[in-house]
């Protein structure tokens, strides 16, 4: 048994992670404001993780064997996370994303180290507390994080580089009804020309990997996905659930935001690290319309 602390996990594939731990009898503790309740069996602390006094008081002088940090964006929350948690866990995991990539063009599987955390800026005066801001630099957000902890590490550390999720009936994210939206009312599909495939994961699979990499050893980036790129053409299988006709593309004009899902650079993962470790992904054919299907049947 793992004495684990959450960090977030109050939804989507956070929520299934949480209950992979209790399974297999770990002992998880969730630090949230106290925005959703926690688990039976789960202990609840309430804290903004923002406010690095708060934090640190809920934590108190509790010990954890493992860290998986669901909702670090900024390097200022990487900071204080550095900070509250040295000394009071074995290890650490943060999620991050496939968008620390962001800025590359590359028609192979991007590997992890393709991004130099050592020439990474941390810019912690940056307004990373606008949403918008961070919105708008999401990418780079989670780059900057992943460079705090990378250029003095408290702990043994590991940033998980998810693909974009897809599944779930509680998926919040909006990005597949853009498409069966379109479908339904018979509109064209904005995308960019030429596009490019991307990496994908359901979300019960990043539930199971997460949970992996919470019990073992190795440490440094790790990029988490699926087999089988998918384009947009392949996202669009929307279809097979709205029934509605086939898809129209239309080429965004310059300036104009794609649909998701539609890439104007090569930037899809590659899970060699992660297979050479020991996990072994599915492929997006085993699940693809099932997971349109539990998005978009609700």
């Given amino acids: 048994m793992s004495r684990v602390c959450v960090i977030g996990g109050s939804r989507y594939f956070g929520k299934r992670l949480i209950r992979r731990l209790l399974e297999r009898g770990d002992e998880v503790t969730v630090v949230n404001r106290g925005s959703a309740p926690a688990p039976e069996g789960v202990e609840l602390l309430v804290a903004d993780r923002n406010d690095e006094a708060a934090l640190r008081a809920a934590v108190g002088d509790r010990h954890f064997d493992v860290v998986v940090?669901?909702?670090?964006?900024?390097?200022?929350?990487?900071?204080?996370?550095?900070?509250?948690?040295?000394?009071?866990?074995?290890r650490y995991v943060m999620t991050s994303t496939i968008e620390v990539y962001e800025h590359e063009d590359a028609p192979g599987g991007v590997p992890e180290d393709a991004v130099d955390l050592s020439a990474v800026a941390v810019r912690p005066e940056l307004p990373w507390g606008d949403p918008v801001f961070l919105d708008e630099h999401y990418g780079e957000g989670k780059r900057q994080a992943e460079a705090v902890f990378a250029a003095a590490p408290a702990f043994p550390y590991v940033t998980v580089r998810v693909a974009h999720v897809l599944g779930g009936a509680d998926d919040f994210t909006g990005r597949l009804e853009h498409y069966a939206d379109r479908l339904r009312a018979g509109e064209p599909i904005a995308v960019d020309v030429p596009g490019h495939p991307s990496t994908y994961i359901h979300v019960e699979e990043i539930a199971d990997f997460l949970a992996w990499v919470a019990g073992a050893e190795f440490t440094g980036p790790v990029n988490a996905h699926a087999h089988g790129p998918l384009d947009t053409a392949d996202v669009a299988a929307v279809r097979a659930v709205t029934g509605g006709p086939e898809p129209v593309y239309r080429p965004v004009a310059e300036g104009e935001p794609?649909?998701?899902?539609?890439?104007?650079?090569?930037?899809?993962?590659?899970?060699?690290?992660?297979?050479?470790?020991?996990?072994?992904?599915s492929h997006t054919g085993d699940w693809l319309a099932a997971a349109v299907a539990e998005s978009l049947t609700r």
């Fill in 69 to 90: 940090d669901q909702v670090c964006y900024t390097p200022v929350q990487a900071a204080i996370a550095r900070r509250v948690f040295e000394g009071r866990t074995a």
């Fill in 258 to 281: 794609a649909s998701p899902f539609s890439f104007a650079r090569a930037y899809g993962m590659s899970n060699a690290r992660a297979e050479g470790l020991g996990f072994r992904f």
